[in-house]
T-cell receptor, first 115, second 116 residues
Framework: AQSVTQPDIHITVSEGASLELRCNYS??????LFWYVQSPGQGLQLLLK??????LVQGIKGFEAEFKRSQSSFNLRKPSVHWSDAAEYFC?????????????FGTGTQLKVEL | DTGVSQDPRHKITKRGQNVTFRCDPI?????LYWYRQTLGQGPEFLTY????????KSRLLSDRFSAERPKGSFSTLEIQRTEQGDSAMYLC??????????????FGPGTRLTVL
């Protein structure tokens, strides 16, 4: 069965510093990978997705992620963090099921930004 | 373009009561998903609709849970005889349903259920 691991439960960075959030997946076929962000008490907002092609994916809010098949990773990066980026970040892998796309999520990484 | 909406946003109930949640997907989205998120965890898949047909149910969805999408538009999730372990955020997502595996899900704000 597919699974997603986010090894860092909490990360604290200073505003303006660079950020990398780790994500490792386990999946037998070509993975379809997503990063979502969740602010307190809110639903999930899609940051970016990878289906195929270029392994470096650009998303919204200045985020990017790189798919590395050899390392089974899909890490999220941002060169300069803003205070408004403080939130919880979820990596997910999509599995085709009955014609749909069922997502399996990691446990999330809580990002704190120090001013 | 309005996003996915869910109602209510918060629900507090006593153990043993029935509750029903509603999800309105993005207009013309064919697929609708329900997920459950407990504290400190990522969302977990519960069930999925293609138009009005419920195509898959997770083992997490016990007999006390039932979901419907009667006209292929909005969906309801009902929990009968609620238990304290049902306390969670219930998230709804919809997707266009035209992209196969590239179909992207858009999430609503969720319904926070607290069972006392």
């Amino acid at each position: 069965a597919q699974s997603v691991t986010q090894p860092d439960i909490h990360i604290t960075v200073s505003e303006g510093a660079s950020l990398e959030l780790r994500c490792n997946y386990s999946y037998g076929a070509t993975p379809y990978l997503f990063w979502y962000v969740q602010s307190p008490g809110q639903g999930l907002q899609l940051l970016l997705k990878y289906f195929s092609g270029d392994t470096l994916v650009q998303g919204i809010k200045g985020f990017e992620a790189e798919f590395k098949r050899s390392q089974s990773s899909f890490n999220l990066r941002k060169p300069s963090v803003h205070w408004s980026d403080a939130a919880e970040y979820f990596c997910a892998v999509g599995l085709m099921t009955g014609g749909g796309n069922k997502l399996t999520f990691g446990t999330g990484t809580q990002l704190k930004v120090e001013l | 373009d309005t996003g996915v909406s869910q109602d209510p946003r918060h629900k507090i109930t006593k153990r043993g009561q029935n509750v029903t949640f509603r999800c309105d997907p993005i207009s013309e989205h064919n697929r609708l998903y329900w997920y459950r998120q407990t504290l400190g965890q990522g969302p977990e898949f519960l069930t999925y609709f293609q138009n009005e047909a419920q195509l898959e149910k997770s083992r997490l969805l016990s007999d006390r849970f039932s979901a419907e999408r009667p006209k292929g538009s909005f969906s309801t999730l009902e929990i009968q005889r609620t238990e304290q372990g049902d306390s969670a955020m219930y998230l709804c997502a919809s997707s266009p349903g035209r992209g196969g595996t590239t179909d992207t899900q858009y999430f609503g704000p969720g319904t926070r259920l607290t069972v006392l």
